[in-house]
């Protein structure tokens, strides 16, 4: 053990296949609904090293938020709907952050590519 000040994270990550659309594009693929695998990272801010929660556990807690708010098609491809990766990381820095959790940063991400990371001020 050292006398170091530090601070512990967890980062909890889900792959979902998803689809969305952005119907103010200019882009008339974007407009229209379109496939992607979204890699979401919650970033959790815990106290203990002894793991506050599980990994396993936190990563249901994600499923189900995905899954009381969106609708999914017969092959589990979540209907996104106009929700861009800033959106729907947006949501879910609130969303665990109103449950008590200490959710420092999310990070939304189109086919591990491209992404979008909302961090609490």
């Not at 980062?11 to 693929?29: A, F, M, Q, R």
């Not at 990272?41 to 995905?66: C, G, H, P, Q, W």
């Not at 899954?67 to 879910?92: I, M, P, V």
């Amino acid at each position: 053990m050292s006398n170091i000040k530090t601070k512990t994270e967890l980062k909890i990550s889900v792959e979902v296949p998803g689809s969305h659309c952005y119907p103010e594009s200019d882009n008339l693929y974007l407009q229209n609904p379109h496939r992607h695998n979204f890699l979401i990272s919650v970033f959790l801010e815990v106290t203990d090293l002894n793991r506050e929660i599980e990994f396993y556990d936190f990563a249901a807690k994600i499923y189900y938020l995905l899954t009381a708010r969106f609708k999914q098609d017969e092959l589990g491809t979540y209907d996104f709907e106009t929700n861009s990766c800033e959106h729907l990381a947006d949501w879910l820095l609130w969303e665990f952050n109103q449950d008590g959790f200490n959710v420092t940063k999310v990070e939304v991400a189109e086919d591990r590519y491209n992404s979008a990371t909302v961090r609490r001020a």
